[in-house]
């Protein structure tokens, strides 16, 4: 089924871990983005990427690493998870930037840093 | 203070009202995307608009870009629209996006 795919839904680490949230996407989008989700906060933009090779820092950018390797492709990594950093984490896709075609988002991924 | 502001916060309705939900912004943005979130958490994108109108069955959008507003219009509701619509904002490079905190819709048989 085309559209994007997020593992793991759930995962609970120890402060200090590394971990790596994938995101993948078949429908040949050149737009892909990650968000985290907190209570009272939204969404807020942690990276992005516009095309393969090419990546850049969104709101907060702060603890996270990413890299665009492939189009279908988008790893978000902890280097070493923090207690602020539990969240529900979003990623997203979009065929190109202002092409009047909407995002499609992954269905999430439920992170608790302990 | 926020760069896109909605309104209202919370919001029940009776099924088969006409709902409208404000969303206002602050910033110079490229365009206007409505979003759903429903209680199991997932996110659909509605609408992504930078003029005019925009309509997709029973719910439309419209965006004002002189006065920075746009609004989600939900006509003959029904139950399963219950969810958080969300408005955000994006500029043309992709490097700033603008949420709002959401509108959390209740419609009740």
């Known amino acids: 089924n085309a559209g994007v795919t997020q593992t793991p839904k759930f995962q609970v680490l120890k402060t200090g871990q590394s971990m790596t949230l994938q995101c993948a996407q078949d429908?040949?989008?050149?737009?892909m983005s990650w968000y985290r989700q907190d209570p009272g906060m939204g969404l807020r933009l942690i990276h992005y990427?516009?095309?393969?090779?090419?990546?850049d820092q969104g709101e907060v950018p702060n603890g996270y690493n990413v890299s665009r390797s492939t189009t279908e492709d988008f790893p978000l990594r902890l280097l070493s998870a923090a207690p602020s950093q539990t969240s529900v984490y979003f990623c997203?896709?979009?065929?190109?930037?202002?092409?009047?075609?909407?995002?499609?988002f992954g269905s999430g991924t439920r992170l608790t840093v302990v | 203070k926020n760069e896109v502001e909605q309104s209202p916060q919370n919001l029940t309705a009776q099924e088969g009202e006409f709902i409208t939900i404000n969303c206002s912004y602050s910033?110079?943005?490229?365009?206007l995307h409505w979003l759903q979130q429903h209680p199991g958490g997932g996110i659909v994108s509605l609408f992504m608009?930078?003029?005019g109108k925009k309509k997709h069955g029973r719910l439309i959008a419209t965006i004002n870009i002189q006065e920075k507003h746009s609004s989600l219009h939900i006509t003959a509701s029904h139950p399963r629209d219950s969810a958080v619509y969300i408005c955000?904002?994006?500029?043309?490079?992709?490097?700033?996006?603008?949420f709002g905190t959401g509108t959390s819709l209740t419609v009740i048989p």
């Open positions: 997203a896709s979009s065929y190109g930037i202002g092409t009047g075609v909407g995002y499609t």
């Open positions: 429908m040949n989008h050149e737009y």
């Open positions: 990427s516009v095309g393969a090779g090419i990546t």
């Open positions: 910033v110079g943005i490229s365009a």
């Open positions: 608009l930078s003029s």
């Open positions: 955000a904002g994006s500029s043309n490079t992709g490097n700033q996006f603008y």
